[in-house]
């Protein structure tokens, strides 16, 4: 099992401990191409550095320079920087437009049911925190109540209402917890929406009024692309709703 696996596990473990929290931080930290130094990390996670060092062996490295040694290796291999600094900024917004002109029929969806629906009921990756704050800034320009999930999972999970439009979006791998609340609290009557990446799309075994891909042209799963790409997308399904209805 590679480490980001690893990682992935412990921070999705129901036990509240520093080395699940030690975790998410590496975790995000990797999804921005940030691999910190052990006295960095200790200061985001408010722990001693001794506790980082006990954390890297729990993983099965020998201490955190192995750790972050393997991460940066993990990142090379999959292609996390491929490319990142030989496409220009015109290049990947053109690619964003397409991606989002090629993906009309969703658009068309979700604009109908976002405008039909009053309440909406919001599940987003911690990757993309930033564009979610730009999202229910644009629902709150459609007058709708927007019910933004958390992250942390609860046995008391009660269903949402009917007649509500539910939009999922899932483009990193850690997300367990997130998926399981959704599965709780879907209804069955309800629209729903899913805009995820193919990595991500075989996690969820519910059935969908639509799906959309994040498979853009250049999309190397770094969140600050990400997150762009999702504001334009937003941006585009409302300025849809306020010319088409």
Do not use: P
């Amino acid at each position: 099992m590679s480490v980001i696996n690893k990682l992935i596990k412990l921070s999705e473990s129901f036990d509240n401990t520093n080395f699940k929290s030690i975790a998410k931080k590496i975790i995000d930290n990797f999804a921005n191409g940030q691999f910190k130094n052990q006295e960095e990390l200790a200061k985001q996670c408010y722990v001693s550095l001794s506790t980082i060092t006990k954390f890297s062996q729990k993983i099965g490295c020998t201490g955190y320079r192995e750790l972050i040694f393997t991460l940066k290796n993990e990142y090379n291999h999959y292609g996390w920087s491929e490319n990142v600094n030989k496409v220009s900024s015109l290049e990947r917004f053109d690619s964003i437009q397409k991606w989002i002109i090629e993906n009309n029929s969703f658009i068309e969806n979700i604009s109908q049911a976002i405008k039909e629906a009053k309440i909406i009921n919001l599940y987003v990756s911690n990757q993309i925190k930033h564009a979610s704050s730009y999202i229910l800034d644009l629902f709150d320009n459609m007058n709708k109540i927007v019910r933004v999930s958390s992250l942390e999972y609860k046995n008391n999970l009660i269903k949402n209402g009917e007649n509500e439009v539910e939009i999922i979006i899932i483009c990193s791998s850690n997300n367990g917890s997130l998926i399981r609340k959704y599965e709780k609290e879907a209804n069955e009557k309800n629209n729903k929406f899913l805009i995820t990446t193919n990595s991500q799309e075989i996690k969820l075994d519910i059935i969908f009024t639509d799906k959309m891909l994040i498979d853009y042209q250049f999309d190397k799963s770094k969140s600050i692309y990400r997150n762009i790409a999702l504001e334009m997308l937003f941006l585009y399904i409302f300025e849809y709703i306020q010319n088409t209805f």
